[in-house]
């Protein structure tokens, strides 16, 4: 299971950490998405459970996000910062990391927790 949280309503420039429990799963690269009222599903990031913990950025949030992870919690957890209204909408944590021509994509990727909503508003 996976279990994602730390969403909220913040204003244009805010931040937020959002964290991603995982149980009964070890992976070995997990991912965020999120989805915008009326828009795709968007891949924001991923991250490896390798020594070099290999990060891959969606270039909408590169600068401005860390994904990290702590193995011994069984969390990912994704720091947002310097935050946009473009930024709204339902995150999700997902098993596996899929990266097509530099996109981070759903492909292959068949475990998901429930969303978290991130509001960006002034």
């Known amino acids: 299971q996976l279990q994602a949280s730390g969403g909220g309503s913040v204003q244009p420039g805010g931040s937020l950490t959002l964290s991603c429990v995982i149980s009964?799963?070890?992976?070995?690269?997990m991912s965020w998405f999120r989805q915008a009222p009326g828009k795709e599903r968007e891949g924001v990031a991923c991250?490896?459970?390798?020594?070099?913990?290999?990060?891959t950025y969606a270039d909408s949030v590169k600068g401005r996000s860390i994904v990290s992870r702590d193995n011994a919690k069984n969390t990912m957890f994704l720091q947002m910062s310097s935050l946009k209204v473009e930024d709204t909408g339902v995150y999700y944590c997902?098993?596996?990391?899929?990266?097509?021509?530099?996109?981070?994509?759903?492909?292959?990727?068949?475990?998901w927790g429930k969303g978290t909503q991130v509001t960006v508003s002034s």
């Open positions: 991250v490896s459970r390798s020594s070099t913990r290999s990060e």
């Open positions: 009964g799963l070890d992976p070995y690269a």
């Open positions: 997902a098993v596996g990391c899929t990266v097509v021509a530099g996109e981070i994509r759903a492909i292959g990727l068949n475990y």
